[in-house]
């Protein structure tokens, strides 16, 4: 007994050792780290309530070489965690001796959220929601401002990495603006089932002072910026991890920042826009139609159940698209989900 107990308090202190064996630091520093290195680091964001800091994991791989900064960005929602496995398995193969310029890669940027198994912020607000933040504002505002004048302002180029929220699922697509030749070029190369043309809020150019995503904040920075949303929420996927990753690598290539073996990609089917589909009463939800499938006007998209079984209302598609994510919960009230649909590009 008293060997076991050794043995887990040697582990346990290992743990602490290697977690408090990387550098905390309050700004990233790019001119500071050497050519041909990988720094990890524990980047300070907000106090917790006994005054310490509350850091992310930030991963940087700087070159030999100059050229491009490619930011990876997981999980600004806190239930969205494919991406922190694409990045991780992404770095591994990044070989800082061949690489030209950085990758600035943060597994996990909704610090709080992440360890708590919820989507939201704190104050149940959506980070993703709250840019450019204020520096005096409330919870998720101060902590977006960290994210606006930490991080972003560092980056040439952003893969903003995201998954389906609790109680829906996705397929593997990609949003962004497509009349951007940067960013077309960035959502093409991703492994994805569905490129959706999507300027978020607000497009390139225009400047407002409304709450708005980090990707419409990165892209008024200048920063060509996709947003790639894996599968399904609170779990590691084989399947969109490694495609995730083949979509990273990809993007470097064409960045001319590593050379990379990957696959050929099958072409993405392009959306032209889309929107959600709702109940508009209550009861248990049947979606009987799958990802990625095509269906015409008049299919049948929804059977709404009372208790007992009797059907009280089957709901049709409008138009014509690809079903690019659905409710996966059958609890509903009104206003419930049932589609994501995809209205494809004319051709």
């Known amino acids: 007994m008293k060997q ?18 990387i550098e905390t630091i309050n700004e990233i520093n790019l001119d500071e780290i050497p050519n041909n290195q990988i720094k990890k680091y524990w980047l300070t964001m907000i106090d917790n309530t006994f005054s310490q800091p509350i850091s992310i994991p930030v991963i940087i791989l700087k070159g030999k070489e100059e050229g491009p900064v490619l930011g990876l960005i997981a ?55 709250n840019f450019p933040g204020k520096a005096n504002g409330n919870r998720s505002q101060q902590y977006v401002w960290q994210i606006n004048q930490k991080i972003l302002p560092k980056l040439d180029y952003l893969i903003d990495m995201h998954t389906a929220s609790f109680g829906r699922i996705n397929s593997l697509y990609v949003r962004g603006e497509m009349g951007d030749e940067k960013i077309s070029n960035m959502a093409l190369l991703q492994d994805a089932d569905i490129v959706l043309s999507n300027k978020g809020v607000p497009s390139t150019g225009d400047n407002i002072a409304a709450t708005r995503t980090m990707r419409a904040e990165a892209m008024l920075k200048g920063i060509p910026t996709i947003t790639v949303e894996y599968g399904n929420p609170q779990v590691y996927q084989e399947d969109m991890v490694t495609r995730g990753v083949v979509g990273v690598k990809n993007v470097m290539k064409w960045l001319n920042m590593q050379s990379f073996s990957t696959p050929d990609l099958k072409p993405a089917i392009l959306c032209k826009r889309s929107y959600w589909i709702y109940v508009d009463q209550g009861g248990l939800l049947d979606v009987p139609v799958e990802l990625n499938q095509i269906i015409e006007k008049g299919d049948v998209i929804g059977v709404l159940r009372n208790p007992f079984g009797d059907v009280l209302k089957e709901y049709v598609a409008p138009e014509k698209g690809i079903v690019i994510g659905k409710s996966s919960n059958p609890v509903n009230i009104d206003g419930g989900r049932i589609i994501h649909l995809g209205i494809l590009e004319d051709k």
């Open 4 to 21: 076991l107990l050794f043995s887990i308090c040697l582990l346990l202190s290992s743990a602490i050792f290697s977690q408090s064996s």
């Open 75 to 129: 999980s600004i929602h806190g239930n969205e965690l494919n991406g922190i496995k694409v990045i991780q398995e992404s770095i591994k193969d990044i070989n800082v001796e061949e690489l030209k310029g950085m990758v600035i890669a943060i597994p996990g940027i909704n610090a709080l959220s992440i360890g708590q198994d919820r989507r939201r912020f704190v104050d149940e607000e959506d980070l993703n929601r």
